[in-house]
């Protein structure tokens, strides 16, 4: 049987067949899809945790308890993980378990291009790259016999272009592994010094193994050689190797499906084959500096960028400086920079805060777009949690005129422990919790705050307030965002007051919430085309002589109307 499945779909599918029990991750694009489809198969214990770290280190629990599991996430997620990914290593496993990391070179939707094959290098694990969509199937199926064989976490690597494109899969029954017994050996799972210096040696062994096996014909459904034009050769693995394949049909490649260990006799055999030897990767030269160090002869970086995602285009004009792709300009097309949603409950706390005119340590989520004009009201966003933990560290340094601002999700994902921190070592920090209900940035998965689980059912739902007293801030204030007026002297008040505070702006998001039964429209008598309301950034908003509203697009949030100096924007009630 044959399914059309995104690459993320396909890993999903393929540890369904392959006997998964258990599945845990934090949503982050380029991954968020393969729990979200993991939480489709009654037989998966799929969850959402509360950050990547607690998602692998709950993989771990129920390896070790004998169920086959999964921790999946995007790369910077990896190194919220990293503790416990660099350990597992050393402890190994009991029941099968893949850690699947999506990187995004291009950065489509991240704050870096971070290779997640340096993890695999450092940690000495098993990593395996498909690319495409049945080997994305494939390789996550074989990734838990694997993990077994070899008593090693496998780590799947997968970029954005393989996580999202679809391709034709051929689909098969579901396995259903006897759970294993429970292996109670503190040598194996306690990593206390005098444990940690024999399994380090241990894994050592393990990873000699491992570079027996992909030399072995074993291997060889993951190690694909093509030889035919001898004149130029690739080694290249990943969506990479879609790109050479069309760039240079003809020519002779060396596909890896393992990316670490690499199986360096066979490489060795084939570069003795071609005259000259291209190694084709996105980002970082993990590959070539391998080759190079076992003093095989590659071209690499010389000609290709260590940035942004490729294209055949990319690698055929790398390679042959005479050609010249064909450029396409979309000059009709005017450009559409991204902008908060129509009713967005952020935009009314940014408009406040530029009002006050304070420096904003943002973080990350949807809400990061209020760095971008008009709005243009955050400062800095580094990673999850770090707005927080930024805000305490200039106000130590005597910068006082500044707010902290971060989603309900990021704060539960990496909040707590930043303000904890400010409680503790007693700052006088002010932070903006906007509470829209859900996480909203990568496609309004649930969280420990919105009382649903990843499969829909209901659960206990956290309370902020009370873990925002519970970690010692006695000011705490709650404001709706669309009320622009309260919001801007709560946050006024919070800034001078001597001590913790934490402002809670809550309004559900706009993609969950439903329409409010009004909207707002300009009374071109009154207007006096100032451009005041497009400073909220609205794509409901238009200029054209006066001020324009479209009401197919307007939520009915009023900000614009709060911000307008002549009283233009009146609302209208919706009589259905």
Known sequence: ???????????????????????????????????????????????????????????????????????????????????????????????????????????????????????????????????????????????????????????????????????????????????????????????????????????????????????????????????????????????????????????????????????????????????????????????????????????????????????????????????????????????????LCPGCPHRGVFVALRKLGVTVFGDIGCYTLGALPPLSSIHSCVCMGAGVSMVHGANKAGHKKSVAIIGDSTFLHSGVTSLMNIVYNRSSSTVIIMDNGTTAMTGKQPHPGTGVTAKGEKTVKLSIEEVVRGVGVERVRVVDPYNVKETYEVIKEELEIDEPSVVITRRPCTLIAERLGKTYTVDKDKCIACGACLKVGCMALSMNGNASIDELLCFGCGVCAHVCPVDAIVEVVNEN
């Not at 489809?37 to 629990?61: C, D, H, M, T, Y």
């Not at 390679?319 to 559409?336: G, H, L, M, Q």
């Open 1 to 339: 049987m044959k399914r059309f499945l995104s690459g993320n779909e396909a890993v999903a599918r393929g540890a369904w067949e392959a006997g998964l029990k258990y599945a845990s991750s934090y949503p982050g694009t380029p991954s968020t899809e393969i729990l979200q489809s993991l939480a489709r198969f009654p037989e998966v214990q799929a969850e959402w945790a509360p950050n990547e770290k607690v998602a692998l280190e709950s993989a771990i629990g129920a390896s070790f308890a004998g169920l086959r599991a999964m921790a999946s996430m995007k790369h910077v997620g990896l190194n919220v993980a990293a503790d416990p990914f660099m350990t597992l290593a050393y402890t190994g496993v009991n029941a099968g378990l893949v850690v699947a990391v999506a990187d995004d070179p291009g950065l489509y939707s991240s704050q870096n291009e971070q290779d997640t094959r340096r993890y695999a290098v450092a940690a000495r694990v098993l990593a395996l790259e498909p690319s495409d969509s049945q080997e994305a199937l494939a390789f996550t199926k074989d990734a838990f016999f694997l993990s077994e064989r070899f008593d090693i976490p496998v780590l799947l690597r997968l970029v954005t272009r393989i996580s999202h494109s679809k391709g034709v899969v051929e689909i098969g029954d579901r396995v259903e592994p006897m759970q294993k017994e429970e292996v109670r050996d503190p040598a194996k799972w306690v990593m206390l010094p005098a444990y940690a210096k024999i399994r380090h040696t241990n894994l050592l062994e393990r990873f000699k193994k491992l570079k027996d096996f992909v030399e072995s014909k074993e291997a060889d459904a993951f190690l694909v050689e093509d030889l035919q034009d001898t004149k130029v050769g690739f080694i290249t693995s990943g969506i990479c190797y879609q790109y050479v394949k069309e760039a240079f049909p003809e020519a002779s490649v060396f596909k890896l499906g393992i990316i670490n260990p690499l199986p360096f006799e066979r490489i060795r055999r084939f570069a003795s084959k071609v005259d000259v030897l291209y190694v084709v990767e996105e980002l970082d030269p993990v590959l070539e500096e391998q080759l190079k160090a076992q003093g095989i002869d590659v071209i690499g970086k010389e000609v290709f960028p260590e940035y942004g995602e490729f294209s055949p285009d990319v690698v055929r004009s790398c390679v042959d400086k005479s050609y010249k792709p064909k450029a396409v300009y979309f000059t009709d097309i005017p450009t559409r920079p991204p902008t």
